[in-house]
């Protein structure tokens, strides 16, 4: 059996020609480039989705805060100041996604100070979010 | 010792390392210190929690940041009580009515300042995942 040594490669498709012993030509098409294509892009978006409910989940979650905590560029205090301060943050690394917050006082609300408990409001939202991400990425890559 | 903050702080408590940090063994708070408590101190808080189901059974999981919190410029004596903490806690057997801890292990830093009135106060310690299941 010979294979014959011609790699076409067109839209994103390699093949080959095998010849066998009897003459008869079976070319073999593989599919690893499409799919390596589609990997990324089915994983970026999955992620996607995942972090726009983790940042949902976790305005939902946060909350009103202390009337000691005040917006920093108006000194003023207002209800769902940390809520409305919740942003996606793409970190143009591979599929990865923050939820992030300027202020400053975010910290202290979710872990606490030494005075003040800990109200979390964006690790239960990640926590919950953590099965739905990987049934969500794997069903985008059965679909590959 | 029915509740897991019970068997946490019981473990922290039973090394002598540990309390020799502090200035006594009830510096070690559930959720937050009282009013005039003053560093060094230690707090645990749950930071979340959550069953996990398998063909009608089901396990518990659950995330708790532990800290070790100083005052001051210097943040050693919160760095030196968090790497205690992690020693007696990584992969400890919590002490649970009716319950078998399957897993108590670190999963991550936790490390930020607060300011207070132009001091600062360190909070240095780690989130530990707890998953137990009923016996």
């Known amino acids: ?9 067109a839209k994103g498709v390699r093949s080959a020609r095998v010849v066998g012993p009897n003459g008869s030509v079976v070319t073999m098409t593989s599919r690893f480039p499409g799919i390596i294509a589609g990997l990324e892009m089915r994983t970026r978006v999955a992620s996607r989705e995942s972090a726009e409910n983790i940042l949902e989940d976790a305005q939902n979650r946060a909350p009103e805060g202390s009337r000691n905590f005040v917006d920093p560029e108006t000194g003023e205090w207002h209800p769902g100041l940390l809520k409305d301060s919740l942003y996606l943050v793409d970190l143009d690394i591979a599929e990865d996604w923050a939820v992030a917050s300027d202020l400053r006082y975010a910290p202290y609300v979710e872990f606490g100070t030494s005075v003040m408990p800990a109200q979390p409001f964006l690790i239960p939202a990640l926590e919950a979010e953590r099965g739905p991400y990987i049934a969500r990425t794997t069903a985008a890559l059965q679909a590959l | 010792m029915p509740s897991v903050r019970g068997a946490i702080i019981e473990l922290l ?45 089901h396990h ?9 919190i100083c005052r001051g410029m210097d943040s050693t004596p919160a760095d030196d009580l968090d790497e205690r903490i992690r020693a007696v806690l990584q992969d ?8 078998t801890t399957l897993w108590f292990r670190f999963e991550e830093d936790v490390d930020f300042g607060e300011l207070e009135e132009g001091a600062i106060i360190h909070h240095v310690g780690a989130m530990y995942r707890l998953i137990d299941q009923p016996d």
């Open chain 1, 1 to 9: 059996m010979a294979v014959g040594g011609r790699f076409a490669s």
């Open chain 2, 13 to 57: 408590r039973a090394d002598a390392e540990l309390v020799a940090m502090l200035p006594d063994d009830e510096h070690i708070y559930h959720r937050t210190a009282p009013q005039d408590s003053q560093p060094p101190f230690i707090i645990i808080s749950k930071q979340d929690g959550r069953p996990t189901y398998t063909f009608g059974d």
């Open chain 2, 60 to 68: 518990n999981g659950s995330l708790w940041t532990v800290k070790g």
């Open chain 2, 92 to 99: 400890a057997e919590l002490d649970l009515d009716g319950r």
